[in-house]
Nanobody, 123 residues
Framework: QVQLVESGGGLVQAGGSLRLSCAAS????????MGWFRQAPGKERKFVAG????????SYVSSVKDRFTISRDNDKNTVYLRMNSLKPEDTAVYYC????????????????WGQGTQVTVSS
């Protein structure tokens, strides 16, 4: 019942910043926890950050703590990922997923994946 479209990726120099957006369709957006995942070439998709359906709790993989911030704007049906101090190892395709009434933690049952947006960080 929810469709997701990611945007905001691009090419950035190490140390730079990007803000990714995930636009959701559907009137029940506020009932879903949202998560950001990334997949590098030849590797599995991995959890990066999540936010509970209430927006009151967030979760991050240790490698992005203090650099990335996930947030949501229910009035715009959009979830954001602000990425600061980017490193070459952050290079990947970034996807967002949804979890009904979830907490946005790595073990959550996310689905309804978007098409992804490419982030490339040069050194």
């Amino acid at each position: 019942q929810v469709q997701l479209v990611e945007s905001g990726g691009g090419l950035v120099q190490a140390g730079g910043s990007l803000r990714l957006s995930c636009a959701a369709s559907g009137r029940t957006f506020s009932n879903y926890a949202m998560g950001w995942f990334r997949q590098a070439p030849g590797k599995e998709r991995k959890f990066v950050a999540g936010i509970s359906y209430t927006g009151r709790s967030t979760s991050y993989v240790s490698s992005v703590k203090d650099r990335f911030t996930i947030s949501r704007d229910n009035d715009k049906n959009t979830v954001y990922l602000r990425m600061n101090s980017l490193k070459p190892e952050d290079t990947a395709v970034y996807y967002c997923g949804a979890e009904a009434y979830g907490l946005g933690t790595p073990s959550g049952n996310f689905g309804s994946w978007g098409q992804g947006t490419q982030v490339t960080v040069s050194s």
